[in-house]
Each structure stands twice: as C-alpha cells, then as structure tokens.
C-alpha cells in the first residue's frame, strides 16, 4: 500500500514522525512536502496528495497542518477525495468505516505525535464496512456532479 504524505511548515514535523511510522512497517510512501518549517501555503500540499490519491497513484494521503482544517478543505475540491479530520482514533475508525475516506488530514497545534501515529494506525488499518453507507458515497458523488440540486 502506497501513501502519499503531505504538510505545510506547521504540520513539518509530525509529518516526520508519521515518516518513521511508515518506514517502520510494510508500507510504501511519496513524500509530496514541504521539507522545512520554512512558511508554505498548505493548499499547494493538499493538491499535490489529492491529486496523487485521485489519480490512483497512492491508495491513501495523509496531511497535517497547524489544525487540519485548511487540508481538508482543500483537498475535499478534488473530485472522488474524501478527506476528513481527525482528532481521535474513533473518528479515524469511522471515516474508513463510515465514509470511505481516502485522506486523513491532522492538526499539529491541535494533537501531539503519540496521538497522531494511532489515529494513523487505525486510519490505515480499518477497511470500509459497505453496506448502507454505499448509498450515502453514492449521494455525495452525485452532490460533487452537481446532480442532486
Ligand atoms: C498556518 O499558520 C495555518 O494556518 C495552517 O497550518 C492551517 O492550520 C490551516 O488550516
């Protein structure tokens, strides 16, 4: 499984330790950025991992910025990206199970690393339970073609 990973300079350093998580287990990754702490505009990020998701290249993203609310707003433009927030590992459990969701996004002023790396683990390891909930991805889809207004 490939991920592609993503910060601004805010979320540089826990992107690190979500790094030596990956590299520590059987998992492949790109990293799409940033390389320093140095001041970047975390839409730049988000389209990067969106688009690397999107496209197939990379199975999931995870991105973190000073509160993960501008990734995912941003990555949640691209069509077919479900991205969502996460602040626990129940949320993380539910946005596979429930949502589909592709991207996790994080906040690194809003969670510490011992935090984050088990939200990712259960990101990452939870499948999507089907069932009902294939309706409701069928209804966003069509809210993203603009089909049920
Ligand atoms: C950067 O200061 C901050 O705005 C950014 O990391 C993020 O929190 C935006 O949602």
Redesign the pocket.
Known sequence: MKIALGS????FSLKENVIEYIEASALTYIDHGVFSED?AD?PDIAASVAQAVQSGESEYGILI???????A?AANKYQGIRAALCGEAYSAKCAREHNDANILTM???VIGSGLVLSIVDVFLNTSFAGGRHNNRLHKISLLENDKMN
């Open positions: 601004d300079h805010a979320g001041s975390y910025c000073g509160t993960g609310i501008g990734m707003i906040g690194s002023r």
